[in-house]
């Protein structure tokens, strides 16, 4: 627990050290109301400044908060690892698609397409005469970012969510996840240093700590959108709070999900030592702390998925059990891994070796089994850490019928052989129907930053099934359209001139797509 | 009111005539709970066969749908007089209206942009290697859709929800108003002649009556999205029951607004009886009963708004009172206006014609008059039907100020002369900020069908800032995306494979736009 309260004293924000449980140090205060509203105000009179820097304003913005991340890098990942116990190999890694996330969303500013911008010339219609119309996105206004505790930089302060926001043009309020106040304090750092470095006011980014102030933000009049990454519950919380507001707003919570892996019976015979492998290491990848962990994996019954089986409860009983990422999410691990374990007709297949006695809150991976019949309850719920549930299915029609009970996930996985091609068929289209991105014979915990990403899903992977965390298209979630009837240009955006100022972007004409 | 309620006794619904607020007959009985379940997984299992027709065979659906509205047109422009009394002119042309957007939406369809889809090879990148993604847009499943009572065909049951709901691959459960219910079952039976005319399943689009029913579907776990036109109380309330499912969804909502109007010195100066008469037009186009209704005009103080002002009260005093959409419509009118007339500081400075001993439930065109110190409470809200109020401001920075008083609002015009340009840049840019469309030197009340159109606006315009009801991008409401990571060729979907089989789209291939 990070938050401590003591009577009537400001709550203090403590640096929690993962492998002992112990407070290091405060580092904060949770941020007052009348802190609180200060920033939104601050925020939302930048709002027009950084819409008024353009596109090519905004991805210096980006890229100058880029540099300010990895020149920090010496000093963010060993305080990044001391704070989550992520390790330095994976804290490196991660630094690097922070900084590049940064560095696409500068992309996709000057690619401009994302603007949508849309000239309809001023003429006769079946309806009579229209007049000229043109339409593009413009930034809703101030944005409050949640971070999440799995990823201390990719997902959090510097994230995914404060780089689609700021190219957008969207001044942002982190609310700090309690599980890495100290990074956090020094990633908002670094992108002030950034923010400076391009000439742009540091207040464009700010933080607020303490799950009121969270609350209070979601709140606030001035804020016009909210992005969050987190658990079902605290998500589904502060969506209601955003829902029930005199003036509800969009509220984009990524809430993980169960992430099935169907083995088809082609796949199991050919290659079950690979799936296994595979399987096991993406389930423990970062102590299974991922959102696109997977939960669930469903195994044909017979020799083949025997077989594939045994590899994996090999493999797991070879495995360590590794710090988490808070004492907190430990417990949480724990009991939940003894819920799915004590459940009705469920199995223990293998179990990680014990933490050692100085390890302190260590995940221990787990591996279940439970029948098919038994599917329901507490085994279709994520569990945030090291288990993974086997289900053996008799048929290509059973695997049908499981997978149309699973909840939406943010991916769905099958391994399938050339021999496999046909009976995939349905089962693609089932899990098509209830995942956001589908992966074939592969492992879901990496998810690329690129054009082509989706990472969401319907309830409960996500509050909003129309939207993306990650990928360039994260950026329409702060963007709404405006329409503009019979400007003179002088008064239009430059987008919508014609011709247009500097270099061109992607525009519809006439109802023509143009490139140029 | 339409709804009669009697004991035990099914809900009868009556087709009323405005004209004199008498029941004609009973047309339908309000859907029960079982009906409307049943609907609803009928709805479900169609969602596959929608999508399954493709965009051509979706087309092909749409342009079916508007012939067989066309070929109605005899029988149905004369109901929906009865029921409405928007007159047969102004009928005859929404039908027209009504075809185009079914066809329009049949292009939109054809070229395919609207798919995003978006292809990113496997290759390296700074984070290592990354796996063959690729993204598009899919159908999120069944669609609620919720009618309008002042558009009884382009915001009904064959409208643009329906039209851009059937295009993006959604079956359709509309919800009939209750101020025009033989229009709808007439309409509904064009649209079921036309998918079956297209060798379609009739069941795509299936019709539900009572307000009860309508609040079950919204709650119905087989329904993925809301459409909703209508008042704030009623949009309000449905959206609450969307957002506080188990499982919340979309809910698209368009409330009405204010639609503020500013004349700038240079217009009132040299247009004042052109845009009185233009305004008078607007506020008094079928009866006031628009969304984009203009109910505020902010009209410069001094010799040239005198001017405008007293050309407009002039206009307004000629003009007849005419007969609402429903009793219970004229009636909230009558009390709406009856509240703005009596609002502190407020002067009438012109009613039409007071209506007939035989004329019904009319609506008496009214033009109130206040000081900018006064505008609050009841002036900042829409009041639906023929009232307009004028507000004198005497700078262009307390015109500003008031504009920053606005609620969000559908539109936003302003009328200005070459020598107003400069000052109306900062009243513009507040505009913006709060409004779905800009009108230069127009009215608001034309809601063109065209790619570039915006028909929306933050809450509470609508309830969700990010999508429109009109237009081309109307579609993106109903879809979703997903990702597919490393599929085999003949598992992707059409749209997705290298080369593409049939005409191609635009996508976007490792990150540039591509149009063929």
Redesign the interface.
């Known amino acids: 627990m990070a938050q401590h309260r003591h009577g009537n004293e400001a709550t203090v924000i403590y640096s929690i050290d993962p492998r002992t449980g112990d407070p290091r140090e405060a580092v904060a205060n949770a941020t007052d109301p009348a802190e609180l509203d200060t920033s939104c105000q601050r925020a939302k009179a930048l709002a ?1 400044v950084l819409e008024a820097l353009g596109r090519e304003g905004r991805a210096g913005l980006l890229e100058a908060m880029a540099d300010a991340l990895e020149e920090r890098r010496p000093s963010l990942v060993p305080l990044a690892d001391a704070e989550t116990a992520l390790g330095e190999t994976r804290l490196n ?1 991660e630094l ?2 922070t900084a ?1 996330q940064l560095r696409f969303f500068a ?1 996709v500013l000057r ?1 401009g ?1 994302y603007l ?1 911008a ?3 010339h001023a003429g006769d ?3 009579g005469p ?2 000229d ?3 593009m996105l ?1 930034p ?2 101030p944005v409050a970012v949640f971070g999440a505790s799995n990823f201390p930089f990719a997902f959090s302060v510097p994230g995914g969510d404060t780089a689609s926001a700021l190219a957008a043009g969207c001044p942002v309020l982190v609310k700090a996840h309690e599980a890495h106040p100290a990074t956090s304090i020094a990633c908002h750092a670094a992108l002030r240093a950034g923010a400076g470095a391009a000439g742009i006011s540091p207040e464009i980014i700010q933080l607020v700590f303490g799950v009121e102030a969270g609350a209070q933000l979601v709140r606030h009049e001035a804020i ?1 959108a909210v992005g969050f990454t987190g658990s079902l519950h605290g998500g589904r919380a502060l ?2 709070l955003a ?2 507001r005199a ?4 509220f984009y919570g990524e809430l993980g999900a169960l992430n099935a892996v169907a083995v088809l019976a082609g796949a199991a015979a050919q290659r079950p030592a690979e799936i296994a492998n595979g399987l096991a290491g993406s389930f423990t990848l970062g102590v299974g702390q991922f959102c696109t962990k997977p939960g669930l994996v469903l195994v044909p019954s017979g020799t083949a998925g025997d077989g594939l089986v045994g590899a994996l409860a090999e493999a797991v009983a070879g495995l360590q059990s590794t710090v988490m990422l808070s004492p907190r999410i430990a417990e949480a691990f724990a009991s939940g891994a003894a819920a799915l374990g004590s459940a009705a007709g469920v199995r223990i297949l293998a179990e990680a070796s014990p933490p050692g006695p100085a390890t302190g809150s260590a995940g221990r991976p787990l591996l279940l089994e439970a029948d098919a019949g038994q599917f329901s309850g507490v085994l279709t719920e994520e569990c945030f850490g090291p288990v993974l549930v086997v289900i053996r299915y008799g048929s290509d029609a059973e695997l049908s019928e499981l997978i149309a009970t699973l909840p939406s996930a943010l991916t769905a996985t099958v391994h399938g052989e050339e021999s496999d ?1 046909e009976r ?2 349905p089962i ?2 089932a899990f ?2 209830r ?8 492992y879901p915990t ?1 998810v ?7 990472h ?1 899903g ?3 992977a996500t ?6 965390s990650v ?3 994260a950026i ?2 702060w ?10 240009t ?2 239009l955006p430059n987008e919508l001139r014609e011709p247009m100022p500097g270099e061109t972007i ?1 525009r ?1 004409i ?2 023509k ?1 143009s ?1 140029s």
């Open positions: 027009g890694g690097t698609r590049f992309q690619d397409a949508e849309t000239i309809d219609t079946a309806m229209r007049p119309l043109r339409r413009r809703l206004g016009r969506f209601d829902s029930t003036e509800p707003i969009p091609i995939a068929r693609l289209a098509e129907a995942a956001g991105r589908v992966v074939w014979n592969g990496g690329a930053v690129a054009w082509a990403m989706h969401g319907s309830y409960p509050t909003d099934p129309l939207h993306t990928g360039a298209t329409r979630r963007l709404r359209p405006v329409a503009y009837q019979s400007l003179p002088g008064l992607a519809r006439d109802g797509l490139l």
